[in-house]
């Protein structure tokens, strides 16, 4: 099992950038297909973004494609979700999951691991 905790949520105005972190503990993330989901106030949890373990290709919804990049660093164990030019609608908890030699999933089940969540609110 892995551990992930998940940092750098808060309160930005419309158009501003964040940068959400998700640090691993008790496995290295090296093996793992690493994905960001959020959940918006009464909406159920939705994909944002995945990057491969293997190809290390990153898939995105196209809702944020142009404006959020996500990226890794094996060394330091931990994944990044760089946010930019954000929209209210991005308001959201956001959260980092990991699976195992996972293939690309669009899919919360897919993913055997999570982080607790981060808030991002975004103000207009």
């Known amino acids: 099992q892995v551990q992930l905790v998940e940092s750098g949520g808060g309160l930005v105005q419309a158009g501003g950038s964040l940068r959400l972190s998700c640090a691993a503990s008790g496995r290295s993330l090296g093996l793992y297909t690493m994905a960001w989901f959020r959940q918006a106030p009464g909406k159920e949890r939705e994909f944002v973004a995945a990057?491969?373990?293997?190809?290390?290709?990153?898939y995105y919804t196209d809702s944020v494609k142009g404006r959020f990049t996500a990226s890794r660093d094996n060394a330091k164990n931990t994944v990044y979700l760089h946010m930019n030019s954000l929209k209210p609608e991005d308001t959201a908890i956001y959260y980092c999951a990991a699976d195992l030699y996972g293939s690309l999933s669009y899919q919360e089940s897919a993913y055997d691991n999570w982080g607790q969540g981060t808030q991002v609110t975004v103000s207009s």
């Open positions: 990057n491969m373990w293997n190809s290390g290709n990153t």
